[in-house]
């Protein structure tokens, strides 16, 4: 279980981004919504544990995350940024690249490979792949290091609609035992994650829960 | 074209070619280190990189000089007066210059690609080799600015080396002796020479994209 204890953020000393979030999210499909500049990519960051909020804490698993013993759960976390980032290498080691980073950790490649039929591409440089594959790539590497806790930040707005749609059953397939955060403009999960929650301004707006 | 112009273009290349590769050795990944860090530290080590990249080249030539001299506490090593002396002044000359420019290259378009790598758990070393891959492009181009500064300097040539013929004898300080006894030909002849170098260097930074 992910918990935002009271998380504040500010890049000055003036104007908060997020005030005040307090959250909870278990296993199954979260989603953030909200307008431009609501918060929704920092929010993700901060319980990714690449942004330390200016006040409050981010538990996971009862683990503070910015603590001592933060590292260790953070190798559960992965984030996925909106714009794609991938490395001048090719796709396969693209998808790899958790298991390249941290060796040892278990890789599932294989099955996404065959799954979204990537097998013709895998010698190609990623730099030079579409924007919507690079961000299918990004999406993969993610994917193939079996994240206990995965949150995506507009993860399908560079998808064609076969792609999208491949990528929407497997986050909800996913999600049944994993805990997936997904920040979107989009209304194509509304119906079945377990909650919506709603930003304006750096703040809660409305929170839907479905059991 | 005459020997002696020869020997100090090569010389001259060797030595700032030299004090380049040395720089970056130390440069290029503590650029990249101090892009990746948050710390205060980290951020006060950048503002002395940036406030010494403009250092007049006789203030570490001063300063190397009494570290290298025999009463210097390098002196043993018998380094004064050699291209190795110069190396080494033309390396801490343009080390502030290749930490900022990398520093701004890296910070100013890896930062996602750094915000992955940490979600991936990769090491500061991953970090750095991941980085300077990525970015290889700008990093040779600032490597390249960084010789540029080196081979252009005086100061140090002068100083470290002292203009020994057939041995420190580079462009600038074949220049400027050549100017001081009136002898201007050769003077011409090197001047023209380190500026095609320097007109060569721009165009294939400019041709290639290596720097914006």
């Not at chain 1, 998808?159 to 491949?166: C, K, M, V, Y």
């Not at chain 2, 074209?1 to 970056?24: H, K, N, P, Q």
Request: charged content about 20%; some cysteine; overall charge neutral.
């Amino acid at each position: 279980m992910i918990e935002v204890r009271s998380v504040s953020f500010k890049y000055d000393k003036k104007n908060y981004i997020l005030y005040n979030i307090d959250l909870t999210f278990d296993t199954g499909l979260h989603l953030l919504k909200g307008p431009n500049g609501s918060g929704k990519t920092t929010l993700c960051k901060i319980i990714s544990g690449i942004l330390p909020p200016t006040e409050g804490r981010i538990y996971i698993e009862g683990v503070d995350i910015y603590g001592e013993a933060g590292d260790a759960i953070l190798d559960k976390v992965i984030f996925v940024h909106d714009k794609p980032i991938v490395l001048n290498r090719s796709v396969y080691e693209n998808i790899i690249f958790g298991g390249l980073i941290q060796k040892g950790r278990p890789i599932d490649a294989n099955y996404l490979i065959k799954k979204f039929r990537l097998e013709d591409l895998l010698e190609k440089n990623a730099k030079e792949l579409s924007a919507g594959y690079k961000q299918l790539v990004s999406l993969l590497r993610a994917f193939a290091v079996k994240p206990k806790y995965l949150i995506l930040d507009e993860p399908i707005s560079n998808l064609d609609e076969e792609f999208r749609d491949q990528i929407l059953e497997y986050l909800i397939n996913y999600s049944k035992d994993n805990t997936v955060i997904i920040a979107t403009h989009t209304p194509y999960l509304d119906e079945t994650a377990s909650t919506i929650t709603y930003l304006n301004n750096g703040r809660i707006k409305k929170r839907i829960e479905r059991n | 074209m005459d020997l002696t112009v020869i020997e100090i273009t090569l010389r001259s290349l060797f030595v700032s070619g030299g004090a380049t590769v040395l720089a970056s050795i130390w440069s290029i990944p503590l650029g990249i280190i101090l892009s990746i860090s948050t710390n205060k530290a980290s951020r006060i080590a950048l503002s002395i990189a940036n406030m010494m990249v403009g250092i007049p080249t006789v203030l570490i030539g001063l300063l190397l000089y009494m570290i290298l001299s025999k009463s210097g506490p390098l002196g043993f090593l018998n380094l004064l007066y050699t291209p190795m002396a110069m190396m080494i002044g033309q390396a801490v000359l343009i080390t502030p210059l290749v930490i900022s420019f990398i520093y701004e290259v890296v910070s100013g378009e890896a930062r996602e690609l750094i915000e992955m790598l940490k979600i991936y758990g990769a090491s500061k070393m991953q970090m750095v080799e991941t980085i300077a891959n990525e970015a290889r492009d700008r990093v040779i181009g600032t490597a390249i600015i960084g010789f540029q500064r080196a081979i252009g300097e005086l100061g140090i040539a002068l100083m470290l080396g002292g203009n020994i013929k057939g041995l420190t004898r580079v462009f600038t300080t074949a220049i400027a002796l050549e100017v001081q006894k009136g002898e201007f030909e050769l003077a011409i002849q090197l001047g023209i020479i380190l500026l095609v170098i320097d007109l060569l260097l721009i165009t294939i930074i400019r041709l290639k994209g290596w720097m914006k």
